[in-house]
């Protein structure tokens, strides 16, 4: 396949990427809502949600790793630097997709070819969803605290 079709399939796995995290995230969101709404039902409402959306966020680096690794596999592109099959290569790229997710960049992973679009968008991804997150941790917080005092010591 060229060079235009390469992308093309790698904008359709990045869009379509883009879509399922941030409904992923907005499911998360949408469930945790009922622990802020209801928080006498746990010891730690607040704790309970910072774990439940970095599970979340985790499982979204899954995700775009199982991409990467999948356009790897079929030729759109490689990861250089990272183990070429057997063990270790799904970890270099989830260890690749924390670092393009987080928007770390750290370098000693680079990818090539079409798959490079996938790294840029899931770095456009993250940082919305982090921020997403992180929106709603302070209205959560700004919530739960502004509870009773008698309350207060659950979270």
Same mark, same amino acid.
């Given at each position: 396949?060229? !060079?235009?079709?390469?992308?093309? =399939?790698?904008?359709?796995v990045?869009?379509?990427?883009?879509?399922?995290?941030c409904?992923? %995230?907005?499911?998360? /969101? *949408?469930?945790? @809502?009922?622990?802020?709404?209801?928080? %006498?039902?746990?010891?730690?409402p607040?704790?309970?949600?910072? /774990?439940?959306?970095?599970?979340? %966020?985790?499982?979204?680096?899954?995700?775009?790793?199982?991409?990467?690794?999948?356009?790897? #596999? $079929? !030729?759109?592109? *490689? /990861?250089?630097?990272?183990? =070429?099959? !057997?063990?270790? +290569?799904?970890?270099?790229?989830?260890?690749?997709?924390?670092?393009?997710?987080?928007?770390?960049?750290?370098?000693?992973?680079?990818?090539?070819?079409?798959? *490079?679009?996938?790294?840029?968008?899931?770095?456009?991804? !993250?940082? =919305?969803?982090?921020? +997403?997150?992180?929106?709603?941790?302070? /209205?959560? $917080?700004? *919530?739960? #605290?502004?509870?009773? =005092?008698?309350?207060?010591? @659950?979270?």
């Amino acid at each position: 396949m060229g !060079g235009s079709g390469t992308m093309l =399939v790698s904008l359709v796995v990045a869009g379509g990427m883009t879509a399922l995290c941030c409904y992923v %995230h907005l499911l998360t /969101l *949408r469930g945790l @809502k009922r622990v802020v709404d209801n928080p %006498h039902r746990m010891n730690h409402p607040l704790l309970f949600i910072i /774990l439940v959306l970095f599970v979340a %966020h985790v499982i979204e680096v899954v995700l775009y790793a199982f991409a990467l690794a999948g356009l790897d #596999w $079929m !030729g759109y592109g *490689r /990861l250089l630097g990272a183990i =070429v099959g !057997g063990p270790g +290569w799904f970890e270099d790229h989830f260890y690749f997709s924390i670092a393009s997710y987080t928007t770390l960049g750290i370098g000693d992973i680079i990818p090539e070819g079409s798959i *490079r679009i996938i790294a840029g968008v899931e770095a456009l991804t !993250g940082l =919305v969803l982090v921020a +997403w997150s992180a929106s709603f941790t302070y /209205l959560a $917080m700004e *919530r739960l #605290w502004s509870r009773t =005092v008698t309350d207060s010591d @659950k979270l």
